[in-house]
């Protein structure tokens, strides 16, 4: 079943994250083309539960984001909107986000400014591992904090969520982990969502987005 729509804006990127699956593609979406795509996939029976604008890092487009954002409002005016970003624009394009009533996601590198955030509701995104643990406690206190714990496992397992780790992080900082570990068990990191690249493509594997297509 398909419950989202994730847009991907553009490939390119102003940071380089370890744990990112972006290479270095170029590519930014065309506006006539985006705004085709969206009416056709409007005329088809999806009822859409989350609509996810992303790069690349989206906020590079400057105004473009802003028309994308109004645009996919008036085609699919009932439908969440929520942007993904690595924290890097100014603290005022990410207040004029939240003023167009969408939700931000925060994906944390060690760069990242958390200062600027003080008044604009985020969700925090991070590799998890059982290195990082301090790290998601400290901000666990003031952000709603996903764990990437299905991706990006490059030199050391993925924390296992279902295991001890998580369990003890639990006991000794009374937080409490939503466990929805769909990559392991479903081996595919993005199967419930249409996505539309920077290309044009409509797809519903993101590996064509791992590979730039």
Not at 176 to 199: A, E, G, L, S, W
Request: overall charge neutral.
């Amino acid at each position: 079943m398909i419950n989202g729509l994730r847009i991907i804006t553009n490939y390119t990127c102003n940071k380089r994250c370890s744990f990112c699956y972006q290479k270095s593609y170029e590519g930014v979406i065309n506006q006539y083309k985006l705004i085709d795509n969206l009416l056709r996939i409007s005329m088809q029976d999806h009822k859409f539960k989350h609509i996810t604008i992303m790069g690349g890092e989206c906020t590079l487009l400057g105004e473009d984001l802003f028309y994308f954002i109004s645009a996919i409002k008036i085609i699919f005016p009932d439908v969440p909107i929520s942007i993904t970003s690595n924290g890097s624009a100014d603290w005022t394009v990410y207040k004029r986000i939240i003023n167009m009533n969408c939700s931000i996601t925060i994906s944390y590198n060690n760069e990242l400014d958390l200062i600027k955030f003080c008044d604009i509701p985020i969700r925090i995104n991070l590799y998890g591992s059982t290195d990082n643990m301090g790290i998601v406690a400290k901000l666990a206190k003031h952000y709603p904090v996903t764990i990437c714990e299905d991706i990006r496992c490059i030199d050391k397992p993925p924390l296992d969520i279902h295991g001890i780790e998580c369990e003890e992080f639990e006991r000794v900082n009374n937080y409490t982990f939503k466990r929805k570990n769909v990559y392991y068990v479903k081996h595919n990191y993005d199967q419930d969502n249409i996505i539309i690249t920077p290309t044009g493509l409509i797809t519903t594997d993101f590996q064509d987005v791992v590979n730039g297509k």
